[in-house]
């Protein structure tokens, strides 16, 4: 995507647009640090060490039900309180664990588990319900199609032609995986992860584009380079529209190329109508909140090249 077209400026303008975020107007009421109500420690809106809201939030801000487990690897260098991982486990308690590695389950025997890392052997979320034999592959579709300066370890960036089934719903009783596996860290930090034996073993699945809007600079990184709750929230957007489709009453900018699920729904159809945007509930209020102290053009991390 050309960073000065029309759609990557309303991206940018109004990256929120359409999405069924909750009022973060109770976080405004904070003006001060309170005590974390489980380690003592002083924190601002939640602990990103418990993982649970101040005690003045407890109650008051919402909670997400994901359709399967998360597990965050986070890398030891990644500093907590810039994390966005934190996000995900605060808002979707009971469904996702962070471990710091090397700590880490064994998921030998877990054969419904897959990991978000994109490289040659990934798949497509699509290719989770079709599988790979009558499709070409990511790896090869990529390699051949790898336009100058784009790299195999970035997110797909673009669809090819013979992935015609790119936008289809499967209309399924069951979603195709029980657990994702997301890795918390820089690009340079997530490879030293993503070597150990116990995470090469795992089938790994790779995202359609999306802008990131994260904040926080890394030097060297496209934007298509998204932070741990972005990647989190497109993951389960994808599963859950290419099971189920998108409700005809729901329209965000995220979704606008997305399949609607028309005509009677069947029993087991749950269209997408916002389930999972709540995770994004911290994140676009500090996108807000940065805002307003600074000009979107002036910050480094949107300045960062569509590709590298």
């Not at 909670?63 to 991982?85: F, M, N, Q």
């Not at 090819?160 to 195709?176: Q, R, T």
Request: charged fraction near 20%; glycine fraction near 4%; hydrophobic fraction near 35%.
């Amino acid at each position: 995507m050309n960073p000065k077209s029309p759609e990557a400026r309303f991206r940018d303008e109004k990256p929120f647009e359409g999405l069924n975020i909750s009022s973060s107007e109770i976080l405004n009421s904070l003006d001060s640090r309170s005590p974390c109500p489980r380690c003592g420690k002083s924190r601002m809106y939640f602990c990103y060490t418990c993982f649970v809201p101040v005690a003045l939030l407890e109650g008051k801000i919402p909670t997400c039900t994901l359709p399967i487990k998360v597990d965050i690897i986070k890398h030891r260098r990644e500093i907590d309180g810039k994390s966005t991982a934190a996000h995900a486990a605060v808002l979707a308690p009971g469904y996702v664990n962070i471990y710091t590695y090397p700590d880490m389950p064994d998921y030998s025997n877990d054969e419904r588990t897959v990991l978000l890392y994109p490289g040659t052997e990934a798949s497509t979320v699509q290719e989770l319900f079709t599988g790979k034999q009558n499709s070409q592959s990511y790896a090869d579709s990529l390699l051949s199609e790898l336009p100058s300066g784009y790299n195999v370890g970035t997110l797909m960036t673009k669809i090819f032609e013979s992935h015609n089934k790119i936008n289809s719903i499967h209309h399924v009783d069951k979603l195709p995986i029980d657990r994702l596996i997301l890795i918390d860290s820089t690009w340079n930090q997530s490879r030293g992860i993503f070597s150990d034996e116990r995470l090469q073993k795992l089938p790994k699945v790779v995202l359609q584009n999306r802008i990131s809007q994260f904040w926080r600079h890394q030097k060297g990184s496209p934007r298509w380079y998204l932070s741990t709750i972005e990647a989190l929230h497109q993951m389960l957007l994808e599963l859950h529209v290419a099971a189920w489709g998108c409700s005809e009453d729901y329209n965000s900018i995220l979704t606008s190329n997305f399949p609607k699920h028309s005509g009677v729904i069947c029993d087991f159809c749950k269209p997408y109508n916002g389930q999972y945007d709540n995770l994004l509930f911290f994140f676009k209020y500090m996108y807000e909140k940065l805002h307003r102290l600074y000009k979107h053009e002036d910050l480094l991390a949107y300045k960062r090249p569509m590709q590298i």
